[in-house]
């Protein structure tokens, strides 16, 4: 059985704030969907954009099969020690598990999936929200 | 608007009707999917089966007892979504659908959802909704797909679009009772939706849509799978916990990326 270390945050993360003790459920119950053993979960500092934790687990991969946070956007936001940080899974031969979305990368190649996401959650902040789509459509722009 | 008069005609055909039905856009991936079904079932009742895969599907309640069903479905839904290349033969169904309605910059919902529904089997309902009444954004799509032929109450129903306003506007009526009675309400003007294996629907999740008792004597094999552009806004139902970019194109992969000069930013 594939021993797997809880990552969670004490913080909010884009906007999503989620009591620890629902992230740990949340973990909980991914682990046993896939039959791993869940390592009780290591807190991210509160501070903004902390990752000291993570790459404090990060030093400590050798103990555990790889690691599970409760979101894959509790990776950092600076896209350069994010993919270093899965990269470094990676090379270690250990694997990422993302609970809430339920899903692993275990492979470089799986990396992109997860950097897609991020990327286009980060624009999505830049997009229009409804309220901008609907007085668009009111203006007939392109009537025809 | 600057469209192909059949992408025009296909949108007009959508908004009108609240859905569209055609036949799959890649008839080998529907194949894939319903193989995979027949051998997860095979594999879930221990033996393998002699009969055609369409009687074989239909007939599924006569090898497991009601009180097993949810249970069956549920290693179904887990089999079928363990599969690689599952959400890619499902996307590659209505490819050329959504491209139309939706754009060619999707996002797709990470599990592909199954509903099994026995003839007479009063547990499996799902009461009338609307996916924008539990979180979904109306800017989202259902891609409905049919692995036995339905008809009849073997279907499902959609209040069709050219009845939702009066809907809405005696809705307030409706406040304070039972989803039953708001069923009751629309009853003569709900559409069930005939589809044959080899077609595809797909449906405007924002009008009140649902099933009621298959009286039929067969079983309802159906997938069901939300869509949407991939920049438009998102309901409850996130970008990561629920939804997945699938084809992203180069103009928006350049714009994520771009950096003034010098900057960094």
Redesign the interface.
């Known amino acids: 059985m594939k021993k797997l270390r809880g990552y969670i945050f004490s913080r909010a993360f884009l906007g999503e704030r989620v009591p620890q003790a629902v992230q740990n459920l949340v973990i909980r119950d991914y682990c046993q969907r896939i039959g791993a053993q869940f390592l009780l979960s290591a807190s991210e500092y509160a501070m903004d954009d902390s990752h000291l934790i993570l790459e404090h687990l990060l030093d400590e991969l050798d103990s555990v099969d790889g690691l599970v946070p409760y979101?894959?956007?509790q990776l950092p936001a600076d896209r350069e020690s994010r993919l270093r940080a899965l990269t470094r899974v990676i090379a270690a031969g250990k694997e990422m598990h993302?609970a809430?979305?339920?899903?692993a990368v275990r492979s470089e190649a799986q990396i992109p999936?997860v950097d897609?996401?991020w990327?286009?959650?980060?624009?999505?902040a830049d997009?229009?929200?409804?309220t901008d789509?609907a007085a668009y459509a009111g203006g007939t722009v392109?009537a025809? | 608007m600057f469209m192909t008069v059949e992408d025009q005609a296909l949108n007009t055909e959508f908004l009108e009707q609240g859905y569209v039905i055609r036949p799959v856009a890649d008839q080998a991936a529907l194949d894939w999917i319903r193989d995979g079904f027949v051998a997860l079932a095979e594999e879930a009742l221990g033996r393998k089966s002699d009969l055609p895969p369409e009687v074989f599907l239909n007939h599924i309640h006569e090898q497991v007892p009601v009180p097993q069903l949810n249970d069956f479905r549920l290693r179904m839904i887990r089999g079928i979504n363990a599969a690689d290349a599952l959400r890619e033969n499902y996307y590659k169904l209505a490819r050329t659908y959504l491209d139309a309605l939706v754009g060619n910059e999707l996002a797709m919902q990470l599990r592909v959802n199954l509903s099994i529904q026995f003839p007479d089997d009063d547990s499996s309902l799902l009461p009338v909704h609307a996916d924008t009444w539990s979180g979904d954004s109306p800017y989202e799509v259902v891609v409905w797909l049919p692995l036995v032929n339905c008809y009849g109450s073997k279907a499902m129903y959609l209040l069709p679009a050219n009845e939702y306003a009066p809907f809405d506007r005696d809705f307030v009526r409706l406040q304070g009772s039972s989803s039953e009675e708001v069923y009751k309400s629309i009853e003569n003007k709900v559409k069930w939706l005939e589809i044959d294996y080899g077609q595809v629907m797909v449906f405007n999740q924002s009008l009140p849509h649902g099933n009621r008792i298959n009286a039929e004597p067969e079983t309802r094999w159906s997938m069901n799978c939300r869509f949407k552009s991939v920049f438009t806004p998102y309901g409850d139902k996130k970008l990561g916990e629920f939804f997945e970019p699938i084809t992203l194109r180069a103009a928006s992969r350049l714009g994520m990326d771009y950096r003034y000069p010098g900057t960094g930013k």
């Open positions: 979101s894959l956007f993302f809430l979305e339920g899903f999936r897609d996401m990327r286009v959650k980060q624009a999505l997009c229009p929200v409804s789509l392109f025809g």
